[in-house]
């Protein structure tokens, strides 16, 4: 009932920048919350940075003070602005729609490599 696209995904070298952005459509009026969550292979599913519809945010220690988590609400959209990159923040990305149930989007790759 909710759909999630994402973009923004690619290889960057380690001190560079990324943007990832998600777009929310269907029935949307419910949701409380969106996000992003991130998972290398062989690893758990982690958080990486969470915001309310009342605008409040939460990050994981490892991203704090590089990642920043925005959105628009109008255009239904979440970003989040990923700088200085390291290489432990290679995985796959994905964007999540918090409401009943929880959707998740289909996952961007994010590689940082030299």
């Known amino acids: 009932q909710v759909q999630l696209v994402e973009s923004g995904g690619g290889l960057v070298q380690p001190g560079g920048s990324l943007r990832l952005s998600c777009v929310a459509s269907?029935?949307?009026?419910?949701?409380?919350?969106m996000g992003w969550y991130r998972q290398a292979p062989g690893k758990q599913r982690e958080l990486v940075a969470l915001?309310?519809?009342?605008?409040?945010?939460n990050y994981a220690d490892a991203v704090k003070g590089r990642f920043t988590i925005s959105s628009d609400n109008a255009k239904n959209t979440v970003y989040l602005q990923m700088n200085s990159l390291k290489l432990e923040d290679t995985a796959v990305y994905y964007c999540?729609?918090?409401?009943?149930?929880?959707?998740w989007g289909q996952g961007t790759q994010v590689t940082v490599s030299s």
């Open positions: 269907g029935s949307t009026s419910n949701i409380y919350a």
């Open positions: 999540t729609a918090h409401s009943v149930p929880m959707y």
């Open positions: 915001i309310t519809s009342a605008g409040s945010t």
